[in-house]
């Protein structure tokens, strides 16, 4: 099964841009990334997903390397509400070992005001 | 607002009670998801079920069932509740089983089994 890594915590700063990585050097061509995470005492909650191309919504931004062997979410700026666990998830839309959503322990965010 | 409602949102149960955790969505998904959550643990999927009348088990599926009772609505049943069943457990449901979509997840049941 394809797997990803992040780091265990990350902190920043309040209003300075985040960027947390994940590398995922097994992805498979139809392994979608995605992005959740989950603020204390709450369900996960859904972030930006994407396939090849960069994605950008109104929470963040996803950069894909060119191999798709990594990624990297973007919070513009951070805010005291984004210190959250974020998860990085490999999605196999066709069906494939992949296709449930499998978490792992997550990068926890911690923003300093 | 739409969503996920999950009932109760706290319990306490005795060793070999039983009891049902209960998961309704309004947004006309197809597919629903228990997922249990320990300590310090990411999620692991218990029970799911892809689309109406149909259920399959996940990664953790022992001491549980699951009734797809219509659409909207997904129940979770511990039969002889354990203490190895203490967790926070979230329901979530997605469009299709398949597909890019993502979840929408419920605010969790903190089950405790004393």
């Known amino acids: 099964d394809a797997k990803t890594t992040q780091p265990n915590s990350m902190e920043s700063n309040e209003e300075e841009p985040v960027h947390l990585p994940c590398n995922h050097s097994t992805i498979s061509g139809t392994d979608y990334i995605h992005w959740y995470r989950q603020l204390p005492s709450q369900g996960p909650e859904y972030v930006i997903h994407g396939l090849t191309s960069n994605v950008n919504n109104r929470m963040a931004s996803l950069a894909i390397a060119e191999d798709r062997k990594s990624s990297t979410l973007i919070l513009h700026r951070a805010t005291l509400r984004d210190a959250a666990v974020y998860y990085c998830?490999?999605?196999?839309?066709?069906?494939?070992?992949?296709?449930?959503?499998?978490f792992g322990k997550g990068t926890l965010l911690t923003v300093n005001p | 607002n739409a969503g996920v409602t999950q009932t109760p949102k706290f319990q306490v149960l005795k060793t070999g009670q039983s009891m049902t955790l209960q998961c309704a969505q309004d947004m006309n998904h197809n597919s629903m998801y228990w997922y249990r959550q320990d300590p310090g643990m990411g999620l692991r999927l218990i029970y799911y079920s892809a689309s109406e009348g149909t259920t399959d088990k996940g990664e953790v599926p022992n001491g549980y069932n699951v009734s797809r009772l219509n659409k909207r609505e997904f129940s979770l049943r511990l039969e002889s509740a354990a203490p190895s069943q203490t967790s926070v457990y979230f329901c979530?449901?997605?469009?299709?089983?398949?597909?890019?979509?993502?979840?929408?997840f419920g605010s969790g049941t903190r089950l405790t089994v004393v």
């Open positions: 979530a449901s997605s469009e299709v089983w398949t597909g890019p979509y993502g979840y929408t």
């Open positions: 998830i490999l999605r196999d839309v066709s069906g494939g070992s992949n296709y449930k959503l499998t």
